[in-house]
């Protein structure tokens, strides 16, 4: 964080080859960490069981020493350890959906036996990690990697199906999604084929999964989506969603 900090107090600059830090920067990535904890007390004092933080910069590939691929901060990760002290959530799932694997999440959190991940991602894609036989140092960890440019219902399947094994002896506290509309049809920075109806059908399960599991709650945050246009009508049909409003049309 001091590293970041300093940067953007100097007036900004380049963190790693696709990362920039400006003026603006270190405001916009707390707050966006800010809203994660905001979800995250709302999901248990009840104002909110479910929130959408439509935060940018994203999180997922910030690593603890660290930002990269135009991350900052690991807003999902931190939220997870936030939920643990501060509500004594023992038991975090961890859904990532962005095309491109959650390396800096993984990073974060696979030290924690209690803390589930699963990141379904393109292969070969960057940032190069995520193969399915990495399963962290306690086997907490689901790594789906798929190929591009398959039949959308091959990657909702594929993600179902982890979901199905992470959850089997085991039951959440809190389910976090990192939402990342970059797995869209149609993004520059990917090759999967999904709809926004897709993902607004998949958060529908994971909603009606979590009653199961933990009340309902639930806490997304936005990472990846390069195509405004697309990424607008994702987030509306994931936000109705996860209202429960199920008409998805944006």
Not at 35 to 48: H, N, Q, S, Y
Not at 70 to 76: D, I, P, Q, T
Not at 108 to 136: K, N
Request: charged share 20%; glycine share 12%.
């Amino acid at each position: 964080m001091e590293s970041v900090r300093a940067l953007v107090a100097a007036g900004g600059g380049r963190l790693d080859a696709d990362t920039v830090a400006s003026e603006g920067s270190w405001d916009a990535a707390t707050a966006g960490v800010g809203c994660v904890l905001d979800a995250v007390d709302m999901a248990f004092d009840g104002r909110a069981v479910r929130s959408f933080c439509a935060v940018r910069p994203p999180g997922h590939h910030a690593l603890r020493d660290r930002a990269m691929g135009f991350c900052l901060f690991g807003n999902v990760a931190i939220g997870a350890y936030y939920a643990r002290k501060r509500h004594g959530a023992e038991r975090a799932l961890i859904i990532d959906w962005d095309v491109h694997h959650g390396n800096g999440t993984q990073a974060l959190v696979e030290s924690e036996p209690d803390f589930r991940f699963i990141s379904m991602h393109q292969w070969p894609w960057y940032p190069g990690t995520g193969a399915a036989a990495d399963r962290g140092p306690h086997g907490s960890v689901w790594n789906v990697p798929m190929r591009a440019s398959l039949p959308a219902e091959a990657y909702l399947d594929a993600l179902r199906g982890a979901i199905d094994d992470a959850t089997r002896d085991f039951t959440p506290d809190l389910v976090f999604i990192s939402a990342g509309f970059d797995s869209l049809n149609g993004d520059p920075l990917g090759g999967f084929t999904l709809e926004p109806e897709h993902l607004a059908g998949l958060t529908t399960e994971i909603v009606d999964r979590s009653k199961l599991w933990c009340g309902g709650r639930v806490v997304s945050s936005l990472e990846g989506g390069y195509a405004p246009d697309r990424l607008g009508a994702a987030s509306v049909a994931h936000m109705r969603a996860l209202g429960e409003l199920r008409s998805f049309s944006a």
